[in-house]
């Protein structure tokens, strides 16, 4: 038999590195960023056309680089980071692997420019697709500007990959905010077809965040503070009134650098201690300064999961840390020691443990997935259903908003459950329903109609209000606006990061408009990573969980029984838009088995 290995094409195996490293515009983004902030910068714009797709180019004042380091730096594994395996424990850079620069130019046209402080001239590099075009002195400014030019030009299957740029924006200022609030000694902004979305002047911490997020976020920060012997923590979180639905503004830093970790952010829920609404996050942006000899940063290309000596002990320390912090400002009751003068001295510190801690997460099976799944679970639902009483007359309203008082209900028992839960009879034993669940399917199927048929109405505010965003947000807001209008809405752009709501769905007639729409903007980020949806998909689904009755809301049997019949008659009442059950069934020869007594 002839051989049959052989040594990939550099070209083929620079791409399949490349993809490692560069997924999508964010991900140049980053790299770049990162690299200005490696070289000393404190001023820094990035310019976008068609969210990154034709153009993402980078602009910084730092150290600029040599005639033979703008060549070398697009080599593979070409770094100034380190030297040798030890320096892998003792980084606090952005960058160090060597990886960005190379896998960017294997996928794109890039065009750099470079210079020293001290040189009268610079370098001008062209490099397509790993190969260099040119290379020349130029006249420029000190520092470096790079522009990557059509993402993935020789990667279709890639480029084909990426979604809408409402989306892909999205993820450029969620990668802009992370490296904006790291260092807020640098000036930063960020433009995107020739609209300055950002511009962020030095400050410091408290004031980057409002300027990132709004100046509503001055009164939700409660500053945290604490240092031990082996780290030190700061930053802010939120008070528990402004928790969101959504895991939206939550950020942990570790010597600088943003890291996802859900296991520290159960620590910082947990210390909230019952003070947050069921299904609601804290906002938080906590920095974590530690000895690099004691985390490894090389876990992963986007260096956003790193590994601690001791998980452990930090999680200890956040979680009581945010405590005192909540204590301090008299938001949660006091701690029953001091802390400051304990944490240095507990035990964990001092003989941190070896052991490596397993967070493990669970698995959602989304709608397209579920077929086979309901038709084994849910078999004879329709057959069930027709045994049900019937009502002589649905009423019209909003379920939300139904009167006790409506006739022409005929209501059977049915009984809740923990406010949480409806059990109602069936003909072959007994159904229970998750009302929130339920609510969402049915709030889904109706926006999505109200999209399709592009009917709606409006009840109009007497005063109009105002809802100010983020500029990310409205970036966003300003696509969806066409949409959210059908639905009901009545909004207006007012300015750069300004909307006037003039009227809302009569549903929501009673509701807080602008904390609605909050929560929308924030569900919609959310459900944009679900690359099954189109966008009148996500915001049915993210309206109709924002608008949905929550778990613990005590129903009257009328509106049970409505709940029931509207659910019974949605497309696909089995599921919620998220792929959850809405309800289960259960047969009376099981109830029955239970209560058999031994023989």
């Known amino acids: 038999m002839s051989d049959i290995i052989r040594l990939l094409p550099d070209n083929i195996a620079n791409q399949i590195a490349a993809g490692e490293v560069i997924q999508r515009p964010a991900s140049v983004v980053k790299e770049l960023l990162e690299n200005a902030i490696d070289a000393g910068a404190d001023r820094v ?12 180019q980078v602009i910084d004042n730092g150290c600029g680089m040599s005639v033979t380091d703008a060549r070398t730096c697009f080599e593979k594994h070409a770094t100034s980071k380190i030297r040798n395996a030890d320096d892998l424990f003792a980084i606090r850079t952005m960058g160090f692997r060597g990886e960005a620069l190379a896998s960017i130019a294997a996928i794109a046209q890039v065009e750099m420019k470079t210079r020293l402080h001290d040189e009268d001239l610079g370098t001008f590099i062209i490099i397509e697709g790993f190969e260099v075009k040119s290379q020349e002195p130029c006249q420029t400014a000190e520092g470096t500007s790079i522009a990557v030019r059509n993402l993935f030009f020789n990667v279709p299957a890639r480029r084909n990959f990426l979604k809408s740029n409402t989306v892909e924006l999205r993820h450029i200022v969620d990668e802009f905010e992370r490296v904006a609030l790291a260092h807020s000694q640098v000036f930063f902004s960020l433009q995107h077809n020739g609209v300055e979305l950002f511009h962020l002047n030095k400050a410091n911490l408290r004031q980057r965040i409002i300027h990132l997020f709004g100046n509503n976020y001055n009164e939700k920060l409660v500053p945290i503070e604490e240092q031990t012997s082996v780290t030190r923590l700061s930053g802010f979180i939120g008070k528990p009134d402004s928790a969101r639905k959504t895991r939206g503004e939550q950020f942990f830093f570790v010597n600088n650098r943003f890291i996802r970790s859900p296991y520290l952010q159960h620590a910082v829920i947990n210390a909230y201690d019952q003070m947050l609404p069921d299904g609601h996050y804290p906002l938080y942006v906590i920095f974590i300064e530690i000895d690099p000899a004691r985390i490894d940063v090389n876990v992963h290309p986007t260096k956003q999961e790193i ?43 001092i003989h941190p443990h070896k052991e490596e801690t397993t967070v493990t997460t669970g698995f959602k099976v989304m709608p397209s997935k579920m077929n086979e799944v309901e038709k084994q679970a849910f078999p004879d639902w329709k057959k069930e259903r027709s045994s049900w009483p019937k009502q002589d007359e649905i009423s019209s309203k909003t379920f939300p908003e139904l ?5 022409g209900l005929t209501v059977s028992t049915a009984f809740q459950v923990h406010q949480r839960y409806i059990i109602s009879q069936i003909r072959s034993g007994y159904i229970v329903i998750d009302q929130q669940a339920a609510h969402e399917r049915i709030l889904f199927e109706r926006y999505l109609k109200h999209l399709h048929d592009k009917k709606h109405h ?40 300004t909307f006037v709501i003039h009227g809302v769905p009569p549903e929501l007639e009673n509701q807080d408009e602008r904390k609605v729409l909050e929560e929308l903007i924030e569900q919609c980020k959310a459900d ?9 998909e996500i915001l049915a689904k993210s309206l109709a969980k924002s608008n949905a009755i929550q778990a613990g809301r005590k129903l009257s049997n009328q509106e049970m029984r409505s709940l029931i019949d509207e659910l019974f008659a949605c497309q696909t009442p089995y599921l919620s838009p998220a792929g959850h ?19």
């Open 45 to 56: 714009q990035v310019i976008i056309k068609d969210a990154g797709r034709t153009l993402i």
């Open 307 to 349: 590994k601690f000596e001791d998980e452990r002990i930090i999680y200890t320390f956040i979680q009581a840390a945010a405590r005192h912090a909540l204590a301090q400002y008299s938001i949660a009751p006091t701690l029953d020691f001091d802390q400051d003068p304990t944490f240095a001295n507990l035990p964990a510190f």
């Open 403 to 407: 009167d006790d008082a409506d006739e």
């Open 458 to 497: 409006s009840q109009q505010s007497l005063f109009p209000s105002t809802l100010q965003v983020s500029p990310g947000d409205a970036a966003l807001m300003q696509d969806l606006l066409p949409e959210i209008n059908q639905l009901g809405f009545d909004i207006q752009p007012f300015g750069k990061d």
């Open 528 to 536: 944009q990573a679900d690359l099954k949806l189109n966008k009148h």
């Open 581 to 599: 059950h809405t309800f289960v069934t259960f047969e009376l020869e099981e109830l029955a088995r239970q209560f058999q007594r031994p023989q």
